[in-house]
């Protein structure tokens, strides 16, 4: 009795867990194949530089994993093919472990992107939760029978609920993937106090771990003992800390990031150059000439990118962007807009708008946001 209730309690944990963190990542399936890019740096540093060469199919294995997830996991549920899943399930998770173990012993990857922006694990969380779901598939592994009893729903059935997660699951990923994710729990959503989330919630307290005679001890006030060596200064509050550091805009004359917060702002982000899509600026064009002549309420058109001036001063000559152009970290303009180019609308300071290329506003639309 007990053995049947953990199988199946294991049996809707790791189900419903994989279907979870599949739609997470299939929502936003850019930030996946960025995560993904993270780790094949790291790799090419500590074992092979063969790992750059699959930066460029980056996006494709974040659509594939993250849809291999939703499938298994919904297979699971409805224990088709039981244990062909369960033995794939058995493989993909140890390749999981394996990697959060790599992340968290040797501190290279800090956020490994299991659940994306939505939850954010440190690496020894990821490792744990791995573990805990590497022990509940080897349990549902010994356990099949278990689950069998509960009956056989029709074979044919369950394979085409299998494939309707399939094609669910790669059309909202092809989605997310021309547009912006359906859900948005970066620091840059519509709505967002950008001023306010780059100043702390609360004053930040820290505690100071010294050493003394090879002895480490924690003070909650800086030792004025002097035989005491600094080693850390650890926060007791991080929650309260701001949630964005590293929004700075700036220029050859200097930085300007204060000044995006005045009035309405229009901020055209192209993160490369080299990358962006140049048909798209047919649209944005029109939008900036149509911002030019209304003057009510004033929207203040501004591009940032982090490519080198030299190469935006002929890519803008190409696409004829004619706009006052900023810089700023290539990490930063990743995570505010998944497209290249893309459009973020402030009103002093608040985003209240935010375009992939695909979907460019109208000037009525910027114009209604500003009201």
Not at 61 to 75: H, K, N, R
Not at 278 to 303: C, M, R, T, W
Request: net charge neutral; charged share 20%.
């Amino acid at each position: 009795m007990v053995l049947r209730l953990l199988s199946r309690f294991a049996w809707v944990v790791v189900g419903g867990l994989f279907i979870f963190s599949g739609l997470i990542k299939l929502n936003d399936p850019v930030g996946t194949a960025i995560k993904l890019e993270e780790y094949f740096e790291v790799f090419s540093v500590d074992f092979s530089s063969v790992f750059l060469s699959l930066k460029p199919f980056a996006l494709y294995l974040s659509i594939f994993l993250s849809t291999l997830e939703v499938v298994l996991g919904v297979a699971l549920l409805v224990r088709w093919k039981l244990n062909t899943v369960l033995w794939l399930l058995f493989v993909l998770i140890l390749f999981f472990t394996s990697l959060t173990f790599y992340s968290a012993y040797f501190n290279k990857v800090t956020d490994c992107g299991c659940f994306g922006d939505a939850i954010k694990l440190t690496p020894w969380e990821s490792f744990t939760k791995d573990i805990i779901l590497l022990v509940l598939i080897l349990l549902l592994l010994f356990t099949q029978r278990q689950l069998l009893s509960l009956g056989q729903i029709n074979r044919g059935v369950t394979g085409a609920i299998v494939l309707v997660s399939l094609i669910f699951s790669l059309t909202i990923s092809v989605y997310a993937y021309r547009n912006e994710p359906f859900l948005d729990f970066r620091a840059y959503r519509v709505g967002a106090n950008i001023p306010k989330l780059m100043k702390p919630s609360a004053p930040l307290r820290y505690q100071y771990v010294m050493v003394k005679n090879g002895q480490e001890t924690t003070f909650a006030n800086y030792p004025t003992d002097t035989t005491y060596k600094f080693k850390q200064m650890v926060p007791l509050n991080p929650e309260d800390g701001p949630k964005i550091t590293d929004f700075n805009i700036w220029n050859d004359q200097g930085d300007f990031t204060q000044e995006m917060f005045l009035g309405n702002r229009l901020l055209i982000l192209v993160k490369d150059v080299n990358k962006a899509d140049h048909e798209s600026f047919k649209e944005i064009n029109a939008l900036l000439a149509g911002l030019e002549k209304d003057q009510s309420p004033k929207v203040v058109p501004v591009v940032i990118t982090s490519s080198s001036s030299q190469e935006f001063d002929v890519f803008r000559h190409e696409v004829n962007l004619s706009a006052p152009y900023f810089f700023a970290d290539a990490t930063v303009l990743k995570t505010m807009i998944r497209s290249n180019p893309g459009l973020l609308l402030f009103k002093n300071g608040v985003v209240v708008g935010k375009w992939h290329y695909n979907n460019t506003p109208t000037l009525q639309e910027v114009q209604e946001k500003v009201q």
